[in-house]
């Protein structure tokens, strides 16, 4: 048998492949997608007992209507070819689609909890519609059906002005064209040279899921939820849902009903202003027909002119009485006034005198009594030193210090022994009694003393 290089093998097998399967398609379940920088989606194909390698090129990828996600279930169409560098098969991969209605609401299910999750569809960020717009934006296709019926609806009930923004409504490329034509509407300026749309409607007709897809893809959703311009959502019939639906803040179940939520009727607004100009007239007349009876009333209840002169008469001449009377009783009045004032101007006066005088005498009488009390003490504190220094020089004292004092029969003190004479009676005075005495001699005269020089030899010599 013949051999064969690597190479040759490589290359015959791929030949092989790529002419028997130059044409594929493939049903499996997406896994592991990823974008190379190169622009190049990598996947795989993938059921219960087998994988498939799968490679979009980056020109097919900005081509397809259906962006691969993981664990979408698809039908992808190709040709297969090997891999020689790896010894492997993959398939390149030219279109795309869901394999069937379970897939697409499977993958819309999912969708819808994502945008929820995110907050697109409160009811709280919802905007109210204006009543009467002046100018109206449509997004839908300018060929179909749909902006025939929007505008016929809009001129039967209130002629308005409406910017059409063309876009395709189904198909590669679509949901691109419309979130680009929401945006765009709020990038006007208002006053421009395009006025701005005070309401967006985005229509499209009715048509099977597949075709409505274009309004589930999250750029619209998007777009939609972050418009300044109040959003009527008109896709497909009554029963058809979308999820552009959710994230507007009207959803009509028709285009022609997105017409007349943007626009009232032109002839219920006439009658109702009539109606309301009938009523208003009815209350003015009836408020004025009143008012008149009211008044015809007063004029009743007001007196004759002659009546209210005399009255007044009458009361200028009194007037006048009083006037004449009334400078004397002024003066008698501030006259009595003026002397109650002078009363209690003294009366105060002398209460406060007699105030101040009682505070004065009560600080002196405390002064005094502190005084009279401190002059007391004084006075025994120098008695009683007196007493003492009295005591201390008493004969008493001395008399019980064992001395006796001697009197005469007069009674004097006899304090020399030459007042003695014989016979005379003494009286001699103890600390505890006295005791009676008879002097029976006199007392001897002392003699004058003399001098007398003595001799060197009697006196001595100091030295």
């Known amino acids: 048998m013949p051999s064969f290089t690597v190479s040759e093998l490589s290359s015959a097998l791929k030949r092989t492949v790529e002419d ?30 087998a994988v498939l390698d799968g490679i979009i090129w980056r020109g097919t990828m900005s081509k397809l209507s259906l962006k691969p996600e993981e664990g979408m279930e698809v039908i992808a169409s190709g040709r297969l070819t090997t891999y020689p560098g790896r010894s492997s098969y993959q398939i390149i991969i030219e279109s795309m689609e869901l ?59 209130f002629p308005r002005r409406v910017i059409v923004w063309p876009v395709r409504v189904q198909g590669e490329g679509s949901a691109e064209e419309i979130a680009a034509a929401i945006a765009g509407f709020n990038a006007f300026v208002p006053g421009g040279a395009v006025p701005r749309p005070d309401v967006i409607i985005v229509a499209r007709g009715g048509g099977s899921l597949e075709d409505l897809w274009a309004f589930n893809e999250e750029v619209v959703v998007r777009a939609a939820a972050a418009s300044n311009i109040p959003l009527i959502a008109a896709v497909g019939h009554e029963t058809d849902w979308t999820l552009i639906d959710h994230a507007a803040d009207r959803r009509a179940p028709t ?37 008149r009876i009211h008044l015809e009333g007063l004029v009743r209840g007001i007196p004759r ?29 501030k006259a009595q006034g003026l002397a109650v004032l002078t009363a209690r101007l003294n009366l105060d006066r002398f209460s406060r005198d007699i105030g101040r005088q009682s505070s004065e005498m009560e600080a002196l009488a405390t002064r005094l009594t502190q005084a009279s ?91």
């Open 373 to 463: 009390r401190r002059a007391i003490k004084d006075t025994q504190s120098r008695f009683e030193a007196t007493i003492a220094r009295l005591e201390s020089v008493s004969p008493k004292r001395v008399l019980e210090r064992g001395y006796a004092m001697v009197k005469d029969a007069n009674g004097d003190v006899v304090s020399k022994a030459a007042d003695a004479s014989p016979g005379g009676a003494w009286n001699v005075e103890f600390n505890d009694g006295k005791v009676g005495v008879h002097v029976t001699g006199a007392a001897p005269k002392r003699a004058r003393p003399t001098s007398k020089v003595k001799s060197d030899e009697e006196q001595g010599r100091l030295l």
């Open 305 to 333: 002119l002659d009546m209210i002169v005399a009255q007044k008469t009458q009361d200028l001449d009194a007037l006048s009485e009083r006037l004449a009377l009334g400078p004397r009783t002024l003066l008698q009045t």
């Open 20 to 49: 028997a399967f130059g044409f594929v398609r493939v049903k499996g379940e997406i896994s592991q997608p990823k974008v190379a920088a190169s622009g190049h989606c990598y996947l795989r194909l993938k059921d219960e007992s």
């Open 255 to 291: 285009p022609t009903a997105a017409a007349e939520m943007a626009v009232p009727v032109r002839l219920d607004l006439l009658a109702d202003v009539q109606q309301a100009h009938g009523r208003l007239t009815q209350a003015m007349t009836r408020k004025l027909e009143e008012n």
């Open 99 to 157: 394999a069937g209605e379970g897939a697409l609401l499977k993958l819309l299910e999912d969708r819808r909890k994502k945008l929820a999750a995110e907050g697109l569809f409160d009811e709280g960020r919802r905007k109210d519609l204006p009543l009467l717009p002046e100018v109206i934006g449509v997004v839908t296709s300018p060929t179909g059906a749909v902006i025939r019926d929007i505008l016929h609806r809009i001129a039967d009930r």
